[in-house]
């Protein structure tokens, strides 16, 4: 029994980190807009646009790496992540046009990304754990992810600040390798028999499996909400340090702020993890949904100091990608988890066809308005819905 839970410690904490390394360096991205924009011929909108693709390709990616580990294992799908990431954000500095900047930033540095991330890290681990564990287990590896960026945040813009923003993304470039090491030892350990508690539905071949999912109300109100989860993040992670420069602040509250983003969905992430083993997950979504849009009407009506900024990112932090623990709760208590890597992908695709409007459309009302008043509307307006359509969602204890 304790060679089995330290098994699953192991896998655990190891697909943690990797999460925290790619996720980390994803959302320390926005921190590039302003630099680029200064340093290059590309403007806002070429850079919004490339992060916008961004947020796309690693959405359209995640389903399809997704099927890959859940048919071929997950090692070999984490290697080439890593390795077509770091490629990705190596090349960047060299993109002066749209065109280029879209494939290193927007695609290459997202495939990569997408690798190494949350279906394919929850899926893998979630296959060598009891029902009742799942949860936790999802809201831990989450919690990696926002550790990832409470870390990597404030360095990279230390970086930027002391030697410039090209060795900056160089140095994000080297870090995302040691995933490959990490991948090593999250598979190693999955090689071990594995617990085997689904039936009926482990039978199903995987395309029928999806063409099932999709027929499912759940299963779309679910899509629905996590959509504007994305939209959410996006626009946030790629525009925050915008909107404080706006407020005639420095470069550093944003760093500061993204990163209390990270360091409280830690906590935001263990306790959705928490909560889905003790209530059902569709009640602790709609919570998250409409706690944003108190969130924001707040931030609004606050007068924009510095400590608005952080109070906004600490409360915001707590719900940042809590979210992804009862999500991926929820697909697997519909369908059980031989394919939960492809299905927890698709609604990931759905987050992150959010996530591209979030970021295309934060960086044309800025270039069209010269601020971002709009989008903070349309935040609140999909904050309330995203807290309605999952309340329909039936969800067996």
Request: proline fraction near 3%.
């Amino acid at each position: 029994m304790q060679n089995d839970a330290k098994k699953i410690w192991i896998t655990i904490i190891a697909a943690s980190l990797i999460l925290a390394i790619t996720m980390g360096v994803r959302q320390s991205l926005g921190l590039f807009v302003e630099p680029i924009d200064n340093s290059t011929s590309l403007d806002i909108v070429s850079i919004s646009f490339a992060l916008a693709i961004g947020q796309l390709v690693w959405g359209f990616i995640q389903p399809l790496f997704g099927a890959v580990a859940d048919k071929r294992g997950s090692f070999g799908v984490l290697v080439l992540g890593a390795i077509v990431m770091s490629l990705g954000l190596a090349l960047v500095p060299f993109a002066n046009t749209d065109f280029t900047l879209m494939l290193t930033l927007g695609i290459l540095c997202s495939a990569g990304a997408a690798a190494g991330s949350f279906s394919i890290l929850i899926g893998a681990t979630a296959k060598n754990l009891p029902a009742n564990k799942r949860s936790f287990a999802s809201g831990f590896i989450n919690a990696g992810g926002s550790f990832g960026q409470f870390i990597f945040a404030p360095i990279t813009q230390v970086v930027i600040n002391g030697l410039g923003w090209i060795c900056a993304m160089i140095t994000l470039a080297l870090s995302t390798l040691l995933t490959i090491p990490l991948a090593k030892t999250l598979t190693s350990q999955n090689k071990k028999e594995q617990i085997k508690i689904e039936n009926p539905e482990n039978e199903l071949k995987l395309k029928n499996q999806i063409f099932i999912a999709l027929k499912d109300k759940s299963y779309i109100c679910l899509h629905l909400g996590f959509f504007t989860c994305g939209f959410h993040v996006a626009f946030l992670s790629t525009h925050l340090p915008g909107e404080v420069a706006l407020c005639g602040h420095s470069a550093s509250v944003s760093a500061f702020s993204l990163a209390l983003i990270g360091f409280f969905n830690i906590f935001g992430s263990l306790y959705a993890g928490y909560l889905g083993t003790k209530y059902k997950m569709k009640y602790i979504l709609t919570a998250m949904y409409a706690s944003r849009a108190l969130m924001i009407i707040a931030y609004m009506l606050a007068p924009k100091t510095e400590l608005t900024f952080y109070i906004f990112a600490i409360s915001l932090g707590f719900t940042w990608l809590a979210t992804v623990p009862p999500t991926a709760g929820i697909v697997a208590k519909l369908f059980g988890t031989k394919y939960l890597g492809t299905l927890f992908g698709l609604t990931l695709l759905s987050h992150q066809t959010g996530g591209f409007l979030g970021a295309f459309l934060g960086g044309l009302n800025m270039n069209h308005t010269g601020n971002f008043t709009w989008m903070w509307y349309l935040d609140i307006v999909l904050a309330i819905f995203a807290a309605l359509i999952n309340l329909p969602i039936k969800e067996e204890k």
